[in-house]
């Protein structure tokens, strides 16, 4: 089992940064290796794939948030983490954190089993 716990949300102004955290914690086996992403949900939309880091290390950034965004991974922490820079109100959203085993589209919610509780980040004008 992988327990998910994001912090680090809360509200800041346009152009503003946040760094989301999220503590990542397994239990029973530890055989499998997991794949860890990020993802948001605005009100009235669809859970979109913000980052992810592959089990080797690899990062994967969704295209629109490149040069904002930035995912990262302490292994010593079992931390992962999600810098954003220049936040507008349309990153405005609850982030969540997810964990996977063999995540082949690491953008599909429906790739990962464990999900945290998320943490809302707002971005006013």
């Known amino acids: 089992q992988v327990q998910l716990v994001e912090s680090g949300g809360g509200s800041v102004q346009v152009g503003g940064s946040l760094r989301l955290a999220c503590k990542v914690s397994?239990?029973?086996?530890?055989?499998?290796?997991?794949?860890v992403g990020w993802f948001r949900q605005a009100p009235g939309k669809e859970r979109e794939g913000v980052a992810a880091?592959?089990?080797?290390?690899?990062?994967k950034l969704s295209d629109s948030l490149k040069g904002r965004f930035t995912i990262s991974k302490d292994n010593a922490k079992n931390t992962l983490y999600l810098q954003m820079n220049s936040l507008r109100p349309d990153d405005t959203a609850m982030y969540y954190c997810?964990?996977?085993?063999?995540?082949?589209?690491?953008?599909?919610?429906?790739?990962?089993?464990?999900w945290g509780q998320g943490t809302q980040v707002t971005v006013s004008s």
């Open positions: 397994v239990s029973g086996s530890r055989n499998n290796r997991y794949s």
């Open positions: 880091i592959d089990t080797d290390g690899s990062t």
């Open positions: 997810a964990a996977g085993v063999y995540v082949a589209d690491f953008f599909q919610p429906s790739e990962y089993s464990y």
